[in-house]
């Protein structure tokens, strides 16, 4: 099954921006890489989607500040995520699915946004 390895989580203030980085290794190909967020007392919600072929897809509350985005080759997936507000402070995770609807889990990474 492999492992999935998030990195580039940290504390910033509101109006800054992160990177989000998420290696893969010794895994099957995905058909679908994603990005998901927690935040202390709710549930895990979906912020955004990239497939195989590289179509994307965004939460709403994304709005045009993140930018998904994946190297194939290399089997890294990055969030780009600017202009950060309070409300995305969360424990960012990444997913992998592959057929017929498996799923690997990184093992999260702390975002912090003060304000």
């Known amino acids: 099954q492999g492992q999935l390895v998030e990195s580039g989580g940290g504390l910033v203030q509101a109006g800054g921006s992160l990177r989000l980085s998420c290696a893969a290794s010794?895994?099957?190909?995905?058909?679908?890489w994603g990005w998901y967020r927690q935040a202390p007392g709710k549930q895990r919600e979906l912020v955004a989607t990239?497939?195989?072929?590289?179509?994307?897809d965004y939460a709403g509350f994304v709005n045009g500040r993140f930018t998904i985005s994946k190297d194939n080759a290399k089997k890294i997936m990055f969030l780009q995520m600017n202009n950060l507000q309070p409300e995305d402070t969360a424990v960012y995770y990444c997913n992998g699915r592959y057929p017929p609807g498996f799923d690997v889990w990184g093992q999260g990474t702390q975002v912090t946004v003060s304000s």
């Open positions: 990239i497939t195989g072929r590289g179509r994307t």
């Open positions: 010794g895994t099957p190909n995905f058909s679908i």
